[in-house]
Antibody, heavy 123, light 110 residues
Framework: EVQLLESGGGLVQPGGSLRLSCAAS????????MTWVRQVPGKGLQWVST????????YYAVSVKGRFTISRDNFKNTLYLQMNSLRADDTAVYYC????????????????WGQGIMVTISS | QSVLTQPPSASGTPGQGVTISCSGS????????VYWYQQLPGTAPKLLIY???QRPSGVPDRFSGSKSGTSASLAISGLRSEDEADYYC???????????FGTGTEVTVL
């Protein structure tokens, strides 16, 4: 069974940093692109960042570019999101999601999602 | 601010059908596949439709997707109470070099 489990969320002051992790199991993690999506409680989904199969190509939403870094450790089957210079509007539930595509350079939607982890930015 | 526009709500009685629209532009829907996600209350989103009109294994054929030009639609036929959820369209945007989501539609079964 494909599973994604996020961790590392919590309460952080504005300007602070946090690293989210997403532990993957049930599939060949190294063969799939991975993505972070966030959702302010009661609001819609917002794409945050995607990492290609190769781990070389990274894509970021304008709102997080330069502050967030997506990465992966294929030996640990884990996806990361390093979040720096956090702001109040980064407060959200963060989901990691597995892309359908296992072809490098092709992105094809998200067929598995984690349960989400809450990140709260407040003083 | 979402790039893809959906109606905020849709409703129907059990057995009826509803259609949710998703309006985009030449840089997103017109050029790329559209995906639809269902988010039941308090849960993570679930893939409902991929590549415009394909259903993953386990998704009932009551759900169908279509795309034309810069718009896409999700149709739900034979509404059931368990279909009450938020529905989001999504696609890749070539100008933004990233995925975009629709504003979301809350479906209510009356």
């Amino acid at each position: 069974e494909v599973q994604l489990l996020e961790s590392g969320g919590g309460l952080v002051q504005p300007g602070g940093s946090l690293r989210l992790s997403c532990a993957a199991s049930g599939f060949t993690f190294s063969s799939y692109a991975m993505t972070w999506v966030r959702q302010v409680p009661g609001k819609g989904l917002q794409w945050v960042s995607t990492l290609s199969v190769s781990g070389i190509d990274t894509y970021y939403a304008v709102s997080v570019k330069g502050r967030f870094t997506i990465s992966r450790d294929n030996f640990k089957n884990t996806l990361y999101l390093q979040m720096n210079s956090l702001r109040a509007d980064d407060t959200a539930v963060y989901y990691c999601a597995k892309d359908r595509s296992h072809v490098n350079g092709i992105l094809d939607g998200f067929d598995c999602w984690g349960q989400g982890i809450m990140v709260t930015i407040s003083s | 601010q979402s790039v893809l526009t959906q109606p905020p709500s849709a409703s129907g009685t059990p057995g009826q059908g509803v259609t949710i629209s998703c309006s985009g532009s030449s840089s997103n829907i017109a050029r790329n596949y559209v995906y639809w996600y269902q988010q039941l209350p308090g849960t993570a989103p679930k893939l409902l439709i991929y590549r415009n009109n394909q259903r993953p294994s386990g998704v009932p054929d009551r759900f169908s997707g279509s795309k034309s030009g810069t718009s896409a639609s999700l149709a739900i036929s034979g509404l059931r109470s368990e279909d009450e959820a938020d529905y989001y369209c999504s696609t890749w945007d070539d100008s933004l070099s990233g995925y975009v989501f629709g504003t979301g539609t809350e479906v209510t079964v009356l």
